[in-house]
């Protein structure tokens, strides 16, 4: 059964910090991740995908490294700033003892990150 | 650019009440999924749509629950009977047509149901 967890459970920094989420999976046999940003009380925003291909994925101030063999990804923030204040989610897709996946993600629990003036 | 959506944002009911819960996806998406977060808990998945039927279920999604696409651009999830411990946030998900695997899952914002 896919484990997925998430480490540090809560981040404070201050603002303009570069910082680094980390999110471990036990089983590495996955097709790709997917790093999320969810706000207070609302939906999962989706940030970056990355496919088990890729060692690395890029957008604006994020980057998403994957390590399939020793079951790690990181989420990097450059010059961190109080609007990327959020939980950070990462997930994966599962797939059955057949080895079918339908696209079931099992998540990690989630950094709270807080970036203060 | 387009969006999931979801209605209502927040469902009070009675225990014991039937609740449906509705979700538009990205319009050319063809898998659908059901997700739930409890408060403070990891979210969990419900259930996986595609072809007008279910591909895949976890544990939670018991006979209590069922989904249905009634037309082209509805998804919903109804519980039957439900009972204090389904209140939590319930979030539809909807991904490309090339594949369930490979494509991002796009999320929309969630229906807080809340059962008395």
């Known amino acids: 059964k896919q484990e997925v967890t998430q480490i540090p459970a809560a981040l404070s920094v201050p603002e303009g910090e570069n910082l680094v989420l980390n999110c471990s999976f036990t089983d590495s046999a996955i097709y790709n991740l997917q790093w999320f940003r969810q706000d207070p009380g609302k939906g999962l925003t989706s940030l970056l995908l990355?496919?088990?291909?890729?060692r690395e994925q890029t957008s604006g101030r994020l980057n998403a490294s994957l390590d399939k063999s020793s079951g790690r990804s990181t989420l990097y923030i450059a010059a961190s700033q109080p609007g990327d204040s959020a939980t950070y989610l990462c997930a994966v897709p599962h797939a059955n003892a057949g080895g079918t996946s339908y696209g079931k993600l099992t998540f990690g629990q989630g950094t709270i990150l807080t970036v203060h003036p | 650019e387009p969006e999931v959506t979801q209605t209502p944002s927040h469902q009070v009911t009675q225990m014991g009440q039937e609740v449906i819960l509705r979700c538009v996806p990205i319009s050319n998406h063809l898998y659908f999924y059901w997700y739930r977060q409890i408060l403070g808990q990891k979210v969990e998945f419900l259930v996986s749509f595609y072809n007008n039927e279910i591909s895949e279920k976890s544990e939670i999604f018991d006979d209590q629950f069922s989904v249905e696409r009634p037309d082209g651009s509805n998804f919903t999830l109804k519980i039957r009977s439900t009972k204090l411990e389904d209140s939590a946030m319930y979030f539809c998900a909807s991904s490309e047509p090339t594949g369930p695997v490979y494509n991002e899952q796009f999320f929309g914002p969630g229906t807080r149901l809340t059962v008395l």
């Open positions: 990355i496919q088990s291909s890729q």
